[in-house]
């Protein structure tokens, strides 16, 4: 980076929004997110779809789609009762992942700001849409509750489709617990209608872990409210023919056979990545940073995202009693990808374990396609369709791998 | 911190976007020169120095200032058409973003898809992006730096372009017409446009009537 | 968009290229009564397009946005095909995503600016082909439909995929030759507009575009409807004279066969009793505004 990102001077970037300060039809209150993150009460105690739904209620969502798979349905289904105090302007169920996706598109296409739920198969049924979104520059917040997603049918835990989400040029999140996806859920909304990233995200967390457990939460006043989308900062026109120009195609085919149309479509592909690149700043800015650290100095490292860092954090506490010491790296955002931020994490690591709620190891690949010698990189250990992961598993694993 | 500095090219078959070569973008009250994040007003006065040092400086308006639908469109224009004068630059608009080639005339536009043909047609040294959608000024400037030599600004209203070589931020009326004064300064001080000699484009419905 | 806020800042107005100058003064923004007439003596809103030579959709296109009721608050939904080469060239907002999602952006996009306009009439209109509308789509054009979406669906039913070279489709007439049906097709052509009347259209209408008269008012009446009844399909038939074998000054024809007596697009359309009412009140109003328009200039 050419310049180091200002922790203290965020709210210069964020409290711009001319609505903040007023009130909303529900009498809430315009607020910088940062401020509503200052302003938090005392803690709830609640279920992963719970906290959705009142992330969602203090959000400013105008448009929600709906439709059910396990385990979203209830976060949806939540949704729903907010429309119906008029919280949302508009709420209904799709036929499909695949058309939900498209209506959140046509939403979002309008200068709509677009909130959905989908899981496993879901997501794979939605994902055409998921790069279109992205080279349309939409900034539509999906939350992804991880599940199962190969036959045979599992509705279980699995992170597996992730996988698939890297390369759709989406920010793609990854909520550890409640509390982070309620946080995530707000930041996400500002980080990505930034008018230099404008992209979607999909804020990922595992399912049943976080959305069917109860959690103790610290939320947000509900008489406080993000601002609202601004479809006319939007690096792309609004299709409202509110706008110029008004001979606008989104988005226009550049499919010509010659080196120019090649060479445009190569650089839109360039510039979503671009955008997905200018998200750090803003994430950085609001969320404290793309990873969580504890202890990196240590010569074993257990290193990965969402729940499994949670039980990777037991695993640590079974290990120092056993006079193990290990530290943490917990990253929360797989998209943009914490290149320089890993990268110091894992200077002085000897051993980095990777445990995931998964069978391919994508974030173990991501790493050592990152770090230099990356042998010292451990991929595991490995659960999915639904099995726990016991905090004894991974402590027994780096005691064999490491000898001890 | 990046090593990397955004300069005229033409820098490859496929420039990369400068965001993924580190450059980060300027926040409120600062904006960058080559990549580097400099004071406001240092940004300026390179700006006017790089107008009155260039052969064919041009302004290319983009939508949200040709087209008058609202009022602090117009005043931009008005902004733009004073800063034209005070250069002397040439204007180019950028319309539209549907992809004209190979039926662009590019003496009297230019379009994101296809930046290059402006730029070589008209032998274009140095300029700066107004009013373009922030996603199709990113197009356009990366593609400019790729295949041509010219030396690019953006004038911009969000949070700037880091694929120009020189961007600012925020950009309002008032912006655009510091920059004529920072011009008009630089004149006042003694430096001469180097501009070669023109005449700006007039049509109308039929055509080019100058 | 009011007419007047489609025109160009005055200071940068002699700086734009004749085309848009055209188009700010000389094109039928803000006129309900604008129509297939002003095709060739007003700007059309089509600037330019890439299809074959003679190709019937083309003319289609014109004749739909020359009768648009109000472009200047329309915005269209396209899908892949031979139409999303010519929205790019149209001087009304549209978009294009996917292929054979239009009907789900299109429910989006109208709950979009319904609810961020809520005082204000806009227009969503679906435009796309066969295969896009009946085939790979069929399931968000019903879905629309059922849920009583308030938008304009038109399909362009050239009885083929002809982007991708004339493949069968579901639209395609029974026992035609093509890629795909390399025996002939062995199912009837999809009854759409009778699906579209079951399915809970308000307005349909089958036809071909060899009368521009009757597709301004299929049009006009299927728009018209949307806005206070729910969904509503016309279906044009715009033959792929490239697919088909025949010559670019034979399209005409081909309508003209197909329309007649015994043809698959004879003419058709249904509407609900209370349709029809409001659709007469509405032609009663369009006579009186020609009417004193006649007289203002008298």
Request: proline share 7%; aromatic share 8%.
């Given at each position: 980076m050419n310049k180091e990102v200002d922790l203290k001077g965020k709210k210069v970037k964020l409290s711009q929004h001319v609505k903040i300060g007023q009130k909303n039809k529900m009498n809430q209150t315009y607020t910088d997110v940062s401020d509503m993150f200052a302003a938090k009460g005392a803690p709830s105690f609640l279920t992963g779809s719970e906290v959705i739904r009142d992330a969602v209620k203090v959000a400013g969502v105008d448009i929600s789609v709906a439709y059910p798979i396990t385990p979203q349905s209830e976060a949806a289904a939540l949704i729903g009762e907010l429309y119906a105090e008029g919280y949302l302007l508009d709420y209904f169920r799709g036929e499909s992942e695949f058309a939900v996706m498209g209506q959140c598109a046509g939403a979002a296409f309008g200068g709509a700001r677009v909130f959905t739920t989908t899981a496993g198969p879901g997501t794979l049924r939605a994902m055409e849409n998921f790069p279109m979104w992205a080279g349309s520059r939409l900034p539509i917040q999906v939350v992804v509750t991880c599940r199962g997603i190969n036959s045979p049918l599992s509705i279980q835990p699995d992170t597996l489709e992730m996988a698939y989400l890297l390369e759709t040029g989406m920010l793609v999140w990854h909520a550890e617990t409640a509390q982070d996806l309620y946080d995530f859920i707000l930041a996400g909304f500002m980080v990505s209608e930034q008018p230099d990233v404008h992209l979607p995200l999909a804020n990922c967390c595992d399912g049943f872990f976080v959305t069917h457990t109860k959690d103790t939460v610290n939320k947000a006043p509900e008489d406080l409210c993000l601002p609202p989308?601004?479809?006319?900062?939007?690096?792309?026109?609004?299709?409202?023919?509110?706008?110029?120009?008004?001979?606008?195609?989104?988005?226009?085919?550049?499919?010509?056979?010659?080196?120019?149309?090649?060479?445009?479509?190569?650089?839109?592909?360039?510039?979503?990545?671009?955008?997905?690149?200018?998200?750090?700043?803003?994430?950085?800015?609001?969320?404290?940073?793309?990873?969580?650290?504890?202890?990196?100095?240590?010569?074993?490292l257990i290193v990965s995202s969402g729940t499994a860092v949670s039980q990777g954090r037991e695993a640590i506490r079974l290990l120092e009693a056993e006079g193990i010491k290990v530290g943490l790296v917990k990253i929360k955002t797989i998209r943009p990808f914490p290149y320089q931020e890993i990268l110091e994490a894992t200077a002085n690591a000897k051993h980095i374990f990777v445990p995931e709620f998964n069978m391919a190891g994508w974030m173990a690949r991501e790493i050592k396609a990152l770090i230099p010698n990356n042998e010292r990189v451990y991929a595991g250990p490995h659960v999915a369709g639904g099995m726990t992961m016991p905090s004894e598993v991974i402590a027994e694993e780096i005691k064999k791998h490491i000898g001890a | 911190m990046s090593q990397y500095k955004v300069q005229p090219g033409p820098e490859a078959f496929l420039s990369p976007s400068a965001a993924s070569m580190g450059i980060v973008l300027p926040d409120p009250g600062e904006a960058h020169i080559e990549g580097t994040i400099v004071p406001e007003e240092e940004a300026f006065e390179e700006a006017a120095r790089k107008f009155l040092a260039a052969k064919v400086p041009t302004i290319f308006p983009g939508p949200l200032v040709l087209w008058h639908w609202n009022e602090n469109a117009a005043k931009q224009a008005t902004a733009i058409r004073k800063l034209a004068n005070a250069i002397p630059a040439r204007l180019i608009p950028m319309a539209d973003y549907r992809p004209k080639y190979p039926k662009i005339d590019p003496e009297v536009e230019i379009n994101p898809n296809h930046p290059n043909l402006t730029i070589w047609h008209n032998k274009i040294d140095v300029c700066i992006f107004v009013g373009v959608h922030c996603h199709q000024a990113n197009l356009a400037l990366k593609i400019i730096r790729g295949g041509t030599n010219c030396y690019t600004m953006a004038m911009c209203a969000q949070a700037g372009h880091e694929d120009a070589c020189l961007s600012f931020r925020d950009a309002s009326v008032e912006k655009i017409e510091r920059l004529t004064a920072a011009v008009l300064k630089l004149k006042s001080e003694g430096v001469e446009s180097q501009a070669e000699e023109f005449t700006q484009i007039k049509l109308n419905r039929q055509g080019r009537i100058a | 968009m009011s007419k007047d806020k489609i025109k160009i800042c005055e200071d940068l107005a002699d700086i734009m290229p004749p085309e848009y100058q055209d188009l700010v003064e000389d094109a039928t923004y803000g006129d309900q009564d604008r129509g297939w007439k002003d095709v060739g003596s007003s700007k059309e809103l089509i600037e330019q397009h890439s299809l074959c030579a003679g190709c019937p959709e083309s003319i289609a296109f014109r004749y739909v946005l020359a009768s648009l009721p109000a472009p200047e608050d329309t915005v269209f939904v396209g899908s892949t095909g031979?139409?999303?080469?010519?929205?790019?060239?149209?001087?009304?907002?549209?978009?294009?995503?996917?292929?054979?999602?239009?009907?789900?952006?299109?429910?989006?996009?109208?709950?979009?600016?319904?609810?961020r306009f809520p005082d204000k009439v806009k227009d969503v209109v679906v435009l796309a082909g066969d295969g896009a509308t009946v085939d790979i789509g069929l399931d968000m054009t019903l879905q629309s439909w059922f849920r009583q979406e308030k938008f304009t669906t038109i399909c362009f039913d050239n009885e083929l995929y002809a982007n991708t070279g004339g493949q069968e489709s579901g639209l395609m007439q029974k026992g035609f030759v093509s890629k795909m049906a390399p025996v002939g097709k062995l199912f009837d052509k999809v009854r759409l507009a009778e699906i579209a009347r079951e399915s809970g259209c308000h307005y349909v209408a089958c036809l071909t575009v060899s009368k521009p008269n009757r597709v301004e008012k299929a049009l006009k009446n299927a728009i018209l409807v949307a806005r206070e009844f729910g969904p509503t399909f016309i279906q044009l038939y715009t033959p792929c004279i490239l697919e088909i074998g025949k010559q670019s000054m034979e399209g005409l024809d081909e309508m003209k066969d197909a329309e007649s007596i015994g043809g698959r697009f004879v003419y058709k359309e249904y509407a609900t009793d209370d349709v029809k009412k409001f659709l007469k009140e509405k032609d009663e109003e369009a006579k009186a505004r020609k009417k004193e328009k006649k007289s203002a200039k008298a």
């Open positions: 989308y601004d479809p006319y900062k939007s690096p792309v026109p609004c299709m409202d023919m509110e706008c110029p120009p008004v001979r606008m195609m989104r988005d226009p085919f550049v499919m010509k056979s010659n080196y120019i149309s090649y060479s445009t479509h190569a650089s839109w592909q360039q510039e979503v990545k671009a955008a997905v690149e200018r998200s750090r700043k803003h994430t950085i800015a609001i969320l404290g940073g793309l990873i969580e650290t504890e202890n990196v100095d240590r010569e074993i | - | 031979c139409t999303s080469l010519v929205f790019p060239h149209v001087a009304v907002q549209n978009i294009h995503s996917l292929f054979g999602n239009q009907n789900a952006i299109a429910s989006g996009l109208h709950r979009a600016l319904k609810v």
